[in-house]
């Protein structure tokens, strides 16, 4: 079918489960590019298959959200380079456009974006308030610049063309009343549509045993879940742009709703759960191995089904909305701050950290100590994954699923047990000793050791302003210095190029300061007041006094290592054992194969 008889007399609405509106200028392109295409070879364009719900022309849109949506900016972007009382244009408002030329409502409703896209149509510049409205925003604008374009090109006649083009692309639509039933159609995406993510199909997969195996009697639960989770995913994904708050785990071009889904996979249990042992997490395990299995093997018992998709979707939203909470406190909170954004939290303790901010841990004392789980966490990460360099996906995968239930000291013996192995204390000490330039926990150290030479913590609005304006290492005795280098007290340049990376010769300046000192003697560095004695870092001035000569050497640089190593080592130990407290269920927390779970839970066994 073509679109103007995909259109004509139906109605199409956005329902609320749907993820939000994800297209970018690329895809807006595509599409531009795709009708183009059409136009010059005189062929016709397939643009995809349509799953809608409903009947009686009116329908939810399943799959083919983010096409329509795409189509009736691109349609009205048209229209509006044509003059009000075209005929044409007033054909083509009716045809593809509007329900009617009496009711000026679009054939599509935009759902939960409805009102900002008729104001956005209509020309009273919305402000967004979503990732969603935003992208709308940016591609309608987009489409609207393209109009113009051909309209400054080829004039009224061109825009017509294209509209004609517009309606002859060609699509394949199933229409199923129950929605349940059309998401189990739900099965694959056209090839200009966003490539379906295992979230998309986890979605579908649950639907689709609620519907067949339960009556439906979850579809809307489900539902809600995944709509909450995309939602997240937009938010969270905003916030770790922002300046100075950039995390790079999330960042990354190619984070996506999936890392969410692993995440979860990686800290839940539940007793009837399949290969739920795969400690790395990966989506097809996700995926094949843990829910569809699952699924597939509680089918034949409709309770325990029932009990497993609510257990596991109430479970998926609680954390998915953790995350979101997690991230967004770290605007407000100096440790998270320091933790995700300074030190940059390794991808692998995630799971575990999410856990325990949403079961309100995070920030608890470990029993018998002066640091709460996430300092606990930030040790892990800064004596293991960031200076061993290591990854024991399956010690800590192993703590992440058990976190679900598992009380404070199972969980602070389980991470101290696990940096006792991977980076004891003497381990932690030579490598501090070593090549730190390029460990990535650096930044940090230098940071704390400022803090402590300061004689107090920076506030968040403080380490804002310092992340934005770029934390950079400096050499104290340039990597390639200008002067001798036996002048430095060494024997030889390679000498110097193992003592070079060490922490003693490794201090914090801005991007802008670190310019200013680019390559400079040492001398110039430690005299010019307009250099290290101006930073904005204590740490640094500090070097500027106490070298006020100019002379700093070798010796200095070895005995400044030892201090810096001591500092590290003091502000990282290893912390004492747990204890529980005197009625604490220690039989469950001690033994290998369960975990403490508190008296309103059940106890399940690891494999």
């Known amino acids: 079918m073509d679109v103007q008889g995909f259109l004509l007399s139906n109605k199409f609405r956005i329902p609320h489960y749907q993820r ?13 590019d795709d009708i183009q295409e059409a136009m010059d070879t005189g062929s016709t364009h397939y643009i995809g298959t349509f799953v809608l719900a409903g009947e009686d022309r009116e329908y939810e849109i399943v799959d083919g959200q983010q096409r329509l949506s795409a189509l009736t900016m691109i349609v009205h972007a048209l229209l509006s380079e044509l003059d009000p009382q075209d005929p044409d244009r007033i ?10 030329q009496e009711n000026r409502d679009f054939k599509l409703n935009f759902g939960v974006n409805a009102t900002f896209m008729k104001a956005l149509l209509a020309g009273q510049d919305p402000k967004p308030e ?9 591609c309608y604008l987009f489409a609207r610049e393209r109009a113009k374009s051909l309209a400054e090109q080829g004039g009224k006649g061109l825009i017509k063309q294209w509209l004609d083009a517009i309606k002859k692309l060609e699509l394949i639509y199933f229409v199923e009343k129950d929605i349940g039933r059309a998401i189990r159609m739900f099965q694959t995406v056209n090839d200009r549509g966003l490539p379906l993510t295992t979230m998309d199909k986890a979605k579908a997969l649950l639907v689709f045993y609620s519907n067949r195996n339960l009556g439906g009697v979850l579809d809307g639960k489900i539902n809600d879940c ?25 960042a990354r071009e190619n984070f996506s709703e999936d890392d969410i889904l692993r995440y979860h996979y990686l800290a839940y249990w539940h007793p009837e759960a399949e290969n739920i042992d795969d400690y790395n997490g990966y989506t097809h395990t996700v995926f094949e191995g843990f829910l569809k299995k699952t699924l597939k093997k509680l089918a034949s018992d409709p309770d325990k089904l029932r009990s497993f998709i609510d257990d596991y979707i109430s479970d998926l939203r609680q954390f998915a909305i953790a995350f979101r909470e997690l991230i967004t406190e770290t605007k407000t909170n100096e440790s998270l701050y320091k933790v995700f954004v300074v030190l940059g939290l390794s991808a692998r303790l995630y799971p575990l950290a999410i856990r325990l901010y949403q079961r309100n841990l995070l920030f608890e004392k470990v029993p018998g100590t002066n640091v709460d789980l996430l300092h606990c966490l930030e040790v892990c990460d800064v004596r293991v994954y960031k200076t061993r360099g290591t990854d024991p996906a399956k010690d800590i995968g192993i703590l992440s699923h058990r976190s679900r239930w598992a009380e404070i000291c199972e969980i602070a013996n389980g991470l101290r047990n696990f940096v006792t192995q991977f980076m004891p204390d003497g381990l932690f000490k030579t490598r501090l000793g070593e090549d730190m330039y390029n460990n990535p926990a650096t930044p940090l150290l230098l940071l704390a050791y400022d803090e402590d030479v300061a004689g107090r913590p920076y506030s968040l609005s403080e380490l804002v302003d310092l992340v934005k304006s770029q934390l950079t290492r400096e050499h104290i005795i340039a990597q390639t210095p200008t002067c001798s280098i036996t002048s430095y007290g060494f024997a030889s340049e ?21 310019s200013k000192c680019q390559n400079k003697p040492v001398h110039t560095k430690l005299t010019d007041p307009g250099l290290y004695a101006s930073s904005v870092f204590a740490a640094t001035r500090k070097l500027a006094h106490q070298y006020s000569s100019g002379d700093f050497k070798k010796t200095d640089l070895i005995v400044r290592t030892g201090q810096l190593t001591d500092f590290v080592m003091a502000k990282y130990p290893i912390w004492d054992e747990c204890r529980p407290f005197s009625g604490f269920p220690t039989s469950a927390c001690r033994t290998k194969n369960s975990f403490c779970t508190g008296a309103k839970r059940p106890w399940f066994n690891l494999p």
């Not at 054909?91 to 009617?100: D, G, H, K, R, W």
């Not at 979503?130 to 925003?137: M, P, V």
């Not at 390679?494 to 802008?512: A, D, F, V, W």
């Open 20 to 32: 939000d509106f994800a297209w970018t200028e690329n895809q807006m392109q595509d599409l531009f």
């Open 226 to 250: 995944f709509r909450d989770c995309f939602v997240t995913f937009d938010t969270v994904r905003e916030l770790v742009q922002e300046p100075g708050y950039r995390i790079d785990n999330i």
């Open 494 to 514: 390679e000498e110097y190029r193992i003592h070079s990376n060490m922490l003693g010769n490794l201090t914090l300046l801005t991007k802008s300061e670190n």
């Open 91 to 100: 054909v083509n408002e009716a045809v593809l456009l509007y329900q009617s």
């Open 130 to 138: 979503s990732a969603g409205q935003r992208r709308l925003k940016r």
